[in-house]
């Protein structure tokens, strides 16, 4: 069921279709962190991973920022591995970088910071697994 949480399944998939390019704030170079697995199972579907980690060089082979603005190239969507406390400043950073979609890996919500996405034009996804909507979409 759609909410202001998490688009509907039609929606979803749409996006999964139009998106290149997903910046993947606190992405680990560690391989048994889950923003790791999630980064690396999308990068091996073929979208175009940008990691975001102001401690790493490298990640999953590409470069690495130190934040949003940095990024030299477009980016689609923002993938949030960061604890709730940090989600403002990310999603007003995805807002400045012209993102389409803000998304919040599970257990991360920050209603404010949604709303003012939200209000900005961004897709808002709370709460939900990138890697496991994409796997139940695509079948």
């Known amino acids: 069921m759609a909410t202001?949480?998490?688009p509907a399944d039609g929606?979803?998939?749409k996006?999964?279709?139009e998106i290149r390019t997903i910046a993947v704030v606190g992405?680990?170079?560690?391989?048994?962190?889950?923003?790791?697995?999630?980064?690396?199972y999308l990068k091996n579907?073929?979208?175009k991973i940008v990691p975001v980690n102001?401690?790493?060089?490298?990640?999953?082979?590409?470069?690495?920022?130190?934040?949003?603005?940095?990024?030299?190239?477009?980016?689609?969507v923002v993938d949030v591995?960061?604890?709730p406390e940090f989600v403002?400043?990310?999603?007003e950073d995805a807002v400045a970088i012209g993102a389409k979609v803000l998304w919040l890996q599970e257990d991360i919500t920050h209603e404010e910071a949604a709303k003012k996405a939200r209000a900005a034009g961004l897709t808002v996804v709370q709460d939900a697994c990138m890697l496991e909507e994409h796997s139940r979409l695509s079948g």
């Open 4 to 6: 202001p949480d998490k």
């Open 11 to 13: 929606e979803l998939k």
């Open 15 to 17: 996006l999964f279709q």
């Open 27 to 40: 992405l680990s170079d560690n391989q048994s962190k889950p923003s790791n697995r999630v980064a690396a």
């Open 45 to 47: 579907k073929g979208y």
């Open 54 to 76: 102001p401690g790493a060089e490298e990640i999953l082979g590409e470069k690495s920022y130190p934040d949003l603005k940095s990024i030299p190239v477009p980016v689609d």
């Open 81 to 83: 591995f960061r604890r």
């Open 88 to 91: 403002p400043q990310v999603a």
